[in-house]
């Protein structure tokens, strides 16, 4: 019986030990597999270089309306919104008051004409007693004192003229300047316009623009068929730009629509927004779509630069080291560093303009193993396994010559 059980322990402890074993070696995981570095193949293709900037949609001129008289608002016929033609009535003011010291002015100018045709009735008479006495004087026929009172009558007559002229002159002034003044109680609109505000309302007194006092403003009108995007470009891309470059402009709120834009101006002076040193850019609407807003938010594409049909490698193969770049062509097992030159590039593929050709097969990731020999200006190549699962990602061709850039909004 001993026996027995002597032999069951012992089984049990075979058996025990072997389940450990197994539980054991079924967890550990085993060796990675490996995995092969990605790679392309350098071949033609077209690759344009372009600036992208965000920018806000507005009128390319907006009026803010301000009446040039003070009074009180008697006409006011549009509204938010409103469309006018040039020449409609935008405000009226009450010019009643005015209108009475124009007629009065009216008035003051008859009596001014009334006097002169007076004063030359007696100018004539004074004028004929004098020639008749001239000759009566040199015969001795008239004494001496009535002959001076008929010259002092004639240059009394004279003045009597002058001094009506001069009224009438400014009876004239004075209506022209209250006819002026009338005038102003009435704005009109300038051109074809739409009301984008009227912070007043009918009745309400309104002051006039003159010296330093600007007046009240009665509303802002512009025209809606002639609008413009003003961006901020950033200071490192502007240089690439100048007056009348082509420009795809897409309304954020209207997907798919795209509207062709051009560069008008470009400000002379850098300013900052959002903490970028940019310069303020706008862009003329050249196609409007009636559905396009002041206020609304655009996306720019300028393009810049284009190649077509030139070798290209993915930006990811391109690596950069104290500034000089190269790429890693896979030749087989051995790899071999090569510096290149990068012309322009996009979002997605690098010009080489020398350094490579066609067919050519370059690694997208730097491999780990080698990397040190790759680094040394003596070692061109190696060869290794490029199945490591830990390889870097291209450094990529940023600070270089010409990619796609975000301009700071």
């Known amino acids: 019986m001993r026996f027995v059980l002597i032999i069951l322990l012992v089984l049990g402890m075979a058996g025990g030990g072997y389940y450990f074993y197994q539980s054991r070696h079924s967890i550990l995981p085993g060796p990675a597999a490996p995995r092969e570095v990605p790679t392309a193949v350098v071949e033609p293709r077209d690759i344009e270089f372009v600036i992208t900037a965000a ?26 919104g409103d469309r006018v ?15 009475i010291e124009r007629d009065q002015r009216l008035t ?76 102003k109680t009435r704005m009109l609109a300038p051109f074809d316009c739409t009301v984008l505000t009227r912070p007043v309302s009918l009745g309400q007194t309104v002051s006039g623009a003159a010296g330093f006092n600007s007046g009240t403003e009665i509303m802002t009108i512009a025209n809606l068929n002639d609008m413009v995007v003003n961006a901020h470009i950033n200071q490192a891309d502007v240089v690439r730009l100048q007056p009348g470059q082509k420009v795809e402009i897409q309304v954020e709120s209207l997907p798919g629509l795209k509207l062709d834009g051009r560069v008008e101006r470009i400000a002379p002076q850098a300013t900052i927004r959002n903490n970028i040193k940019g310069f303020a850019t ?5 196609n409007m779509d009636p559905r396009v807003r002041p206020g609304m938010t655009a996306t720019l594409t300028i393009p810049v630069a284009s190649v077509t049909n030139a070798l290209a490698v993915p930006l990811a193969a391109v690596f950069t080291e104290e500034g000089q770049r190269f790429v890693l062509i896979k030749n087989g097992p051995n790899i071999e560093r090569r510096e290149i030159t990068v012309g322009i ?50 450094a990529g061709v940023g600070g270089g010559p010409g990619g796609p850039r975000r301009s700071g909004s």
């Open 85 to 99: 033609k040039k020449g409609e009535l935008l405000c009226q003011l009450d010019d009643r008051d005015l209108q």
């Open 282 to 286: 706008r862009i003329q609407i050249q």
């Open 345 to 394: 590039f996009d979002y997605q593929y690098a010009e080489v303009q020398s350094g490579l050709k066609a067919g050519e097969v370059v690694l997208m990731e730097m491999p780990k193993e080698g990397f040190e020999e790759l680094r040394k200006p003596s070692t061109n190549s190696f060869k290794a396994g490029i199945d490591n699962s830990k390889g870097g990602k291209g």
């Open 108 to 183: 003051e100018i008859s009596g001014a004409k009334l006097q002169i045709e007076s004063a030359r009735l007696r100018l004539e008479k004074a004028q004929r007693d004098y020639d008749r006495a001239v000759k009566l004087y040199e015969e001795k026929v008239v004494a001496k004192e009535e002959f001076d009172n008929l010259k002092t009558e004639l240059d009394a007559a004279r003045n009597q003229v002058e001094v009506a002229g001069n009224n009438l002159e400014r009876a004239e002034k004075a209506l022209k300047l209250v006819e002026d003044r009338i005038t």
């Open 55 to 80: 920018g806000d949609i507005g009128p390319a001129d907006q009026v803010s309306v301000r009446m040039e008289v003070n009074g009180r608002i008697a006409v006011l016929p549009v509204d938010i």
